[in-house]
DNA sequence: CAGTAG
DNA sequence: GGGCCTTACTG
DNA sequence: GCCC
């Protein structure tokens, strides 16, 4: 694809036919996560429209995430001024995904005339590096309704014929066929309201890309450059998010988290098909040998090359060295038990087995089952299980007991590590179980977590051990620029003493009860389990 | 202390 | 050219 | 690997 174009232009080339072509806009930033921007000016000016950075009379639309975002950018007065069309980003969107400009008439921005009440239910929302995108659960229209009366009315003109859209279903559901009629996409995209209520997930479209990046992860992470290997995880999620097929590489030259090598590689690979430095690592017998090795449990990248250096290749070779430790071994003996992905349905049973088990040791132990079971997925690669007691203190000593009843159950069956740490005078303790377990009547072994926390603190267990990992970040970053530092026992008061070397923990976290609470206390917008998974 | 996991 | 993630257990 |  993609052939080399001539000597034109470098930049994304303005196409004069474009489906934007004509259009003068300008962008309304706040509250829109950076790379989308990016993305969203790149393909703007690619499909024919331009881009004023300041309001003008040229402008016929303008775009903004929310009516909020928009009120902090443009005045009451000018927006009444303004005659060109107020839409929400959401039609850039929808309009990309379709290939084709999408009726406007249910994106349009509402801002309550009067000055007070925003339109958009949750003012939060759309939080600052949002993303969340669609995920949010008002959708655009409906909360606009009666509010986009006064403004805009110039547009608001335009289309009042078909004023009732939003709210009537009609366009989706009353005649679904005479709308797909129209539209070339296998799942109609259906009405833009319903569109943007689902998680924004542009299909792969360039799987061809992140599967071999992904690949390189983990080689990368098996001779232990980790740093290289997180370059290529962040490469990833970066080009996930497009929703166009890259071609060239000048489409991915600004995006953040692409630099020279990224381009050199995404143009090889959409040239050719492959990348012949993932070839040639696939061929090479000590990156095969020290994957491989890595992969088992227990074994990081010095023990890899160790056991490469000592001549195995193969997983059967290992099991003839003693030099492993015993969670190594275990994790060698149970390789492909520990590989194999639980059935969702199975973690539920063995989650209110556990249950059941912990409180005839503890009444009123509370045991969850976190991980990408809590969020929500079909299937989970182990078991992440959170377990705190309501009454702030009866959790210390429960793991141990908790534990060898398991084990009397037999439920679980080896054990990797276990350390303890309620006990003992330190406080913000948390008691953490790594083990085997096995479903009942069953002898393949599953990976297990317990991590046991004191009711104030549980909630940070709670959100880091369900993740998922991007959220985490986000999350953490969040707090860093409020002047605190999170992690999964806490949020704390960033102290100065924290930069340079560590012993800010010299203070106790903030103790919340609840999840909502430190999102809350954050100013990130709630998200149930089940929708975090970013 | 190095190595490892989460 | 240097940072990019923290903490704690095993051996 | 990328970014400052």
């Known amino acids: 694809m993609a052939p080399k174009r001539t000597k034109t232009n470098k930049n994304p080339s303005p196409e004069p036919n474009g489906m934007f072509s004509g259009m003068v806009v300008f962008l309304v930033e706040n509250g829109v996560q950076s790379l989308r921007l990016q993305i969203w000016k790149q393909k703007l000016i690619q499909m024919g429209a331009t881009i004023e950075t300041r309001l003008s009379k040229k402008i016929t639309h303008v775009f903004a995430m929310n009516s909020n975002a928009l009120l902090q950018q443009?005045?009451?007065?000018?927006?009444?001024?303004?005659?060109?069309?107020?839409?929400?980003?959401?039609?850039?969107?929808?309009?990309l995904r379709l290939g084709e400009k999408v009726l406007e008439d249910s994106y349009y921005v509402g801002v309550d005339s009067e000055g007070k009440g925003d339109p958009v239910k949750s003012p939060v929302k759309e939080s600052a590096d949002g993303n969340t995108s669609g995920s949010d659960e008002p959708s655009p229209q409906k909360k606009m309704r009666s509010s986009l009366e006064g403004l805009v009315d110039g547009a608001d003109k335009q289309n009042n014929a078909v004023k009732n859209s939003p709210d009537s279903p009609s366009s989706s559901d009353s005649l679904p066929f005479a709308l797909s009629s129209t539209i070339m996409s296998p799942r109609t995209p259906r009405t833009p309201s319903q569109n943007s209520s689902l998680p924004y997930c542009p299909p792969d479209l360039n799987r061809n890309i992140t599967e071999i990046f992904g690949k390189l992860i983990n080689i990368?992470?098996?001779?232990?450059?980790?740093?290289?290997?997180?370059?290529?995880?962040?490469?990833?999620?970066?080009?996930?998010?497009?929703?166009?097929?890259?071609?060239?590489?000048?489409?991915?030259?600004?995006?953040?988290?692409?630099?020279?090598?990224?381009?050199?590689?995404?143009?090889?690979?959409?040239?050719?098909?492959?990348?012949?430095?993932?070839?040639?690592?696939?061929?090479?017998?000590?990156?095969r040998a020290i994957s491989l090795f890595g992969e088992v449990w227990g074994i990081g990248p010095a023990t890899a090359l160790k056991l490469y250096e000592k001549g195995y290749r193969t997983l059967d070779d290992l099991k003839n060295d003693d030099s492993l430790t015993y969670a190594q071994k275990l994790g060698l003996k149970y390789f492909h038990d520990i590989r194999t992905r639980i059935p969702r349905n199975e973690v539920q049973e063995m989650e209110q087995l556990m249950q059941k088990?912990?409180?005839?040791?503890?009444?009123?132990?509370?045991?969850?089952?976190?991980?990408?079971?809590?969020?929500?997925?079909?299937?989970?690669?182990?078991?992440?299980?959170?377990?705190?007691?309501?009454d702030g203190k009866s959790h210390k000593g429960f793991l141990p007991r908790f534990v060898n009843h398991l084990k009397n159950m037999k439920f679980l069956r080896e054990d990797l590590v276990f350390s303890i740490h309620s006990e003992e005078g330190t406080d913000s303790g948390v008691d953490t179980y790594f083990g085997l377990c096995t479903y009942p009547g069953r002898e393949l072994r599953h990976r297990i977590d317990f991590k046991v926390y004191p009711r104030d603190i549980h909630a940070f267990g709670l959100i880091a051990w369900t993740g998922n990992d991007v959220l985490n970040r986000r999350l953490r970053l969040l707090a860093e620029s409020k002047g605190y530092r999170l992690d999964d026992t806490g949020l704390y008061l960033a102290t100065q003493a924290s930069g340079g070397k560590r012993g800010a923990k010299a203070s106790a976290s903030l103790k919340f009860d609840t999840e909502k609470e430190v999102f809350d206390f954050l100013g990130f917008p709630w998200l149930e389990p089940h929708e975090r998974n970013l």
């Open 74 to 95: 443009m005045d009451r007065e000018q927006l009444q001024r303004f005659k060109g069309r107020v839409l929400l980003f959401q039609w850039l969107e929808d309009s």
């Open 220 to 287: 990368y992470r098996a001779m232990g450059d980790d740093r290289r290997s997180f370059s290529y995880y962040k490469a990833i999620t970066v080009i996930e998010k497009l929703p166009y097929k890259i071609e060239s590489a000048d489409q991915v030259k600004d995006l953040p988290g692409i630099g020279k090598s990224m381009q050199d590689h995404i143009q090889e690979i959409v040239t050719t098909g492959k990348l012949s430095k993932l070839e040639h690592f696939e061929t090479d017998e000590k990156v």
């Open 357 to 390: 088990a912990g409180e005839e040791i503890l009444p009123g132990v509370v045991i969850i089952c976190g991980g990408s079971y809590r969020r929500g997925k079909a299937s989970c690669g182990d078991l992440d299980v959170v377990i705190t007691h309501p």
